[in-house]
């Protein structure tokens, strides 16, 4: 196996993150400390998960900080989503959405740097609160109320009803843990729109006077203490606010230099385009890694069929489809995350704030807040929940074993359908948004040869172009009915729907071609390659319906689809060993039963069954 080619794949899997970044991460990582406890549940393993925050955090370097290191912060997601997600989840709150909330807000107020600082020392972990109970689209529409006290320039916070209570990270009370919560700030009556607070929640010995904290809901794929918060006239010190330039004057009248509430609540959100990049990272990293560790398991097994007993499993079609391409999802979300995240880091350097443009705004906030990134996250959540589903199956029994990490993984991008905001509602306003910007020009015809990349990436940007013109048709004609908004965009969502993943997808094919123009090594370019053609081809064979229908191509091509992909996957089996071993998990410590490269399969997991015996005795 040629090392060159490892590495050359290597680093185009691993875009702007730089080798020696990924290596070093994996090993702080190595610690078994950190390894997902599959002999704990409940309260148990939630105070163990902390306990694995809390440690990491104190083994992180203190310098720089990790948003001044985004490849850094990006190479432990993906590290920390591999190896245990419950973790990931854990860490993406608390620096994701409460480090870099209070680091956005600080300036001018000393108390919300010295939260800052206590949180970046382990010393107090973060709960970030905006989702409420009662209503959907609650992220809109918050109801919990911080109203501000004249007498003793401080503010109130409280949930009006259990419709307001907080979902959140609150599960175990005995932590001590920092709360930002997204409230509406009331100031002499008057609804001054929705502001984060910052304010301790809990301590070692329970919750803080005039918060309320449920038991855990558990989420069993990935477990973390998600539970219900919810505040009774709990009275909070003025700099609790963080006002992020808006004030009261003397008079107590209150003023905002944004003068408008949807773009302060976009503003109050910084935080989940972080959380969006270092989602996604994750989420392709869980997707490479279980179809890498599917196909070592598929190169290893032999089957017995009576046609063909002592065959390699890998050798049978049907494995081959499903597996390749798992590992071309796995390829295509790396090099689409890795946009996204290079952009994203860019912002971050600028530090500056991004004027708010809130015609996104509809259903949730987080397509105004960061179009592309929601739409990152929404595209790798649902391929890393598809690939590690069909990884998992692909490998009979060991592919439940939780000790085998499918299970998690595929855990991992279910619970991102909501975490981070629901898919469905980013879908929408994400074509919403297309939907106000001029259509761009028709794509050029393209004939359509699936031996070429851009004649499919032609193809795709056609069904993207189409169906955002259909969308705008349809818009106009109800629009000039009459139509009111609920009457207009009602029947149109499926469709809309289409319009946002049809554009995802020209976005996606176009990372990946640009990734496998960058590498050098030719052999290694055209593995990329091909795993790109599969991956388009894979996603024109699952439309073929409305291609056909849209005549761009004919029941011959069709036909010559399914030929082309077999025939990609059949050249992707000559190469198998260096794809795994460039896509594989790096982790250096005990290795999964199913990927342990100094005993078989059976054995490992006979070692590894009773070494997870002694440990929960
Ligand atoms: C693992 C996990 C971690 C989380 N962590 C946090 C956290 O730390 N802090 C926090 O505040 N929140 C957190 N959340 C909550 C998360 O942000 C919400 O679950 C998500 O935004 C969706 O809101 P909801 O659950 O109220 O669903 P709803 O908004 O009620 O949506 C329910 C369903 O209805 C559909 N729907 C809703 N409205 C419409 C509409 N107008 N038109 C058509 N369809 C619609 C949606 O697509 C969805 O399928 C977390 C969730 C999960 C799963």
Same mark, same amino acid.
């Given at each position: 196996?040629?090392?060159?080619? #490892?590495?050359?794949?290597?680093?185009?899997?691993?875009?702007?993150?730089?080798?020696?970044?990924?290596?070093?991460?994996?090993?702080?990582?190595?610690?078994? #400390?950190?390894?997902?406890?599959?002999?704990?549940? *409940?309260?148990?393993?939630? +105070?163990?998960?902390?306990?694995?925050?809390? &440690?990491?955090?104190?083994?992180?370097?203190?310098?720089?900080?990790?948003? !001044?290191?985004?490849?850094?912060?990006?190479?432990?997601?993906?590290?920390?989503?591999?190896?245990?997600?419950?973790?990931?989840?854990?860490?993406?709150?608390?620096?994701?959405?409460?480090?870099?909330? @209070?680091?956005?807000?600080?300036?001018?107020?000393?108390?919300?740097?010295?939260?800052?600082?206590?949180?970046?020392?382990?010393?107090? =972990?973060?709960?970030?609160?905006?989702?409420?109970?009662?209503? %959907?689209?609650?992220?809109?529409?918050? +109801?919990?109320?911080?109203?501000?006290?004249?007498? &003793?320039?401080?503010?109130?916070?409280?949930?009006?009803?259990?419709?307001?209570?907080?979902?959140?990270? =609150?599960?175990?009370? !005995?932590?001590?843990?920092?709360?930002?919560?997204?409230?509406?700030?009331?100031?002499?009556?008057?609804?001054?729109?929705?502001?984060?607070?910052?304010?301790?929640?809990?301590?070692?010995?329970?919750?803080?006077?005039? =918060?309320?904290?449920?038991?855990?809901?558990? #989420?069993?794929?990935? $477990?973390?203490?998600?539970?219900?918060?919810?505040?009774?006239?709990?009275?909070?010190?003025?700099?609790?606010?963080?006002?992020?330039?808006?004030?009261?004057?003397?008079?107590?009248?209150?003023?905002?230099?944004?003068?408008?509430?949807?773009?302060?609540?976009?503003?109050?959100?910084?935080? $989940?385009?972080?959380?969006?990049?270092?989602?996604?990272?994750?989420?392709?990293?869980?997707?490479?890694?279980?179809?890498?560790?599917?196909?070592?398991?598929?190169?290893?097994?032999?089957?017995?069929?009576?046609?063909?007993?002592?065959?390699?499993?890998?050798?049978?079609?049907?494995?081959?489809?499903?597996?390749?391409?798992?590992?071309?999802?796995?390829?295509?979300?790396?090099?689409?995350?890795?946009?996204?995240?290079?952009?994203?880091?860019?912002?971050?350097?600028?530090?500056?704030?991004?004027?708010?443009?809130?015609?996104?705004?509809?259903?949730? $906030?987080?397509? /105004?807040?960061? +179009?592309? @990134?929601?739409?990152?996250?929404?595209?790798?959540?649902?391929?890393?929940?598809?690939?590690?589903?069909?990884?998992?199956?692909?490998?009979?029994?060991?592919?439940?074993?939780?000790?085998? *990490?499918? @299970?998690?993984?595929?855990?991992? *991008?279910?619970?991102?359908?909501?975490?981070?905001?629901?898919?469905?509602?980013?879908?929408?306003?994400?074509?919403?948004?297309?939907?106000?910007?001029?259509?761009?020009?028709?794509?050029?015809?393209?004939?359509?040869?699936? %031996?070429?990349?851009? %004649?499919?990436? *032609?193809?795709?940007?056609?069904?993207?172009?189409?169906?955002?013109?259909?969308?705008?048709?349809?818009?106009?004609?109800?629009?000039?009915?009459?139509?009111?908004?609920?009457?207009?965009?009602?029947?149109?969502? $499926?469709?809309?729907?289409?319009?946002?993943?049809?554009?995802?997808?020209?976005?996606?094919?176009?990372?990946?071609?640009?990734?496998?123009?960058?590498?050098?090594?030719?052999?290694?370019?055209?593995?990329?390659?091909?795993? &790109?053609?599969?991956?388009?081809?894979?996603?024109?064979?699952?439309?073929?319906?409305?291609? @056909?229908?849209?005549?761009?191509?004919? /029941?011959?091509?069709?036909?010559?689809?399914?030929?082309?992909?077999?025939?990609?996957?059949?050249?992707?089996?000559?190469?198998?060993?260096?794809?795994?071993?460039?896509?594989?998990?790096?982790? &250096?410590?005990?290795?999964?039963?199913?990927?342990?490269?100094?005993?078989?399969?059976?054995?490992?997991?006979?070692?590894?069954?009773?070494?997870?015996?002694?440990?929960? +005795?």
């Amino acid at each position: 196996m040629s090392n060159a080619l #490892i590495q050359s794949l290597n680093q185009a899997i691993g875009g702007p993150l730089p080798e020696a970044v990924r290596r070093n991460v994996a090993e702080l990582l190595a610690d078994d #400390i950190f390894r997902q406890r599959l002999d704990l549940a *409940g309260r148990a393993l939630h +105070r163990n998960t902390y306990a694995q925050l809390r &440690t990491l955090i104190q083994r992180l370097p203190s310098s720089p900080k990790l948003f !001044d290191s985004p490849q850094y912060l990006l190479a432990l997601s993906e590290q920390i989503g591999i190896r245990n997600p419950s973790l990931f989840i854990a860490f993406a709150i608390h620096y994701g959405l409460c480090i870099s909330t @209070l680091a956005a807000f600080e300036s001018g107020n000393k108390m919300a740097g010295k939260l800052r600082r206590a949180m970046e020392s382990g010393k107090t =972990v973060g709960a970030y609160m905006i989702t409420e109970l009662g209503r %959907s689209n609650s992220q809109i529409t918050t +109801r919990t109320e911080a109203v501000y006290d004249p007498a &003793t320039h401080a503010f109130v916070l409280h949930s009006p009803d259990n419709g307001a209570v907080k979902f959140s990270n =609150v599960g175990v009370s !005995d932590q001590s843990k920092l709360g930002i919560v997204c409230a509406r700030l009331r100031v002499a009556g008057q609804d001054c729109g929705v502001f984060a607070f910052a304010m301790p929640i809990s301590t070692r010995r329970g919750p803080k006077p005039g =918060v309320r904290m449920s038991e855990a809901a558990e #989420i069993p794929l990935v $477990p973390f203490d998600y539970g219900l918060c919810a505040f009774d006239h709990m009275r909070l010190p003025f700099d609790a606010w963080l006002n992020d330039g808006a004030g009261l004057d003397k008079n107590g009248v209150f003023h905002d230099p944004l003068g408008d509430p949807d773009k302060r609540l976009i503003r109050t959100l910084v935080a $989940p385009k972080h959380v969006w990049a270092m989602g996604s990272r994750a989420l392709a990293a869980v997707t490479c890694t279980s179809a890498a560790l599917a196909l070592k398991h598929a190169t290893q097994r032999f089957t017995m069929a009576r046609m063909a007993p002592q065959t390699r499993l890998l050798d049978y079609s049907t494995q081959q489809r499903a597996l390749f391409v798992a590992l071309a999802t796995g390829y295509a979300m790396t090099c689409f995350s890795n946009d996204a995240c290079a952009d994203w880091a860019e912002h971050l350097k600028q530090k500056h704030v991004a004027a708010t443009d809130i015609s996104a705004l509809n259903f949730a $906030p987080w397509s /105004a807040a960061h +179009r592309r @990134l929601a739409l990152t996250k929404v595209l790798t959540a649902w391929a890393a929940e598809e690939t590690c589903a069909e990884c998992r199956l692909r490998c009979g029994v060991a592919g439940d074993l939780s000790l085998n *990490g499918f @299970l998690h993984w595929q855990g991992l *991008g279910h619970v991102f359908n909501d975490a981070g905001g629901n898919n469905w509602l980013i879908l929408f306003d994400t074509a919403r948004s297309l939907l106000a910007e001029p259509l761009p020009d028709a794509p050029a015809p393209c004939m359509f040869d699936t %031996s070429s990349l851009p %004649s499919l990436l *032609g193809l795709v940007k056609t069904r993207a172009y189409r169906l955002r013109q259909a969308l705008a048709v349809k818009f106009q004609s109800s629009e000039a009915q009459g139509c009111s908004a609920m009457e207009l965009w009602n029947p149109l969502l $499926p469709l809309a729907r289409e319009v946002a993943l049809a554009h995802g997808l020209v976005l996606i094919v176009e990372s990946a071609i640009k990734t496998n123009e960058a590498v050098a090594d030719p052999q290694a370019r055209q593995l990329l390659e091909v795993l &790109t053609q599969l991956y388009v081809l894979e996603h024109i064979q699952r439309q073929a319906a409305w291609y @056909l229908s849209e005549a761009l191509f004919d /029941a011959h091509r069709y036909h010559a689809l399914e030929t082309a992909i077999t025939v990609l996957c059949e050249r992707l089996t000559g190469s198998v060993e260096p794809l795994i071993s460039a896509f594989g998990s790096r982790e &250096t410590a005990v290795p999964r039963p199913l990927e342990d490269p100094t005993q078989c399969y059976p054995d490992a997991l006979m070692s590894a069954l009773t070494r997870q015996d002694h440990r929960s +005795r």
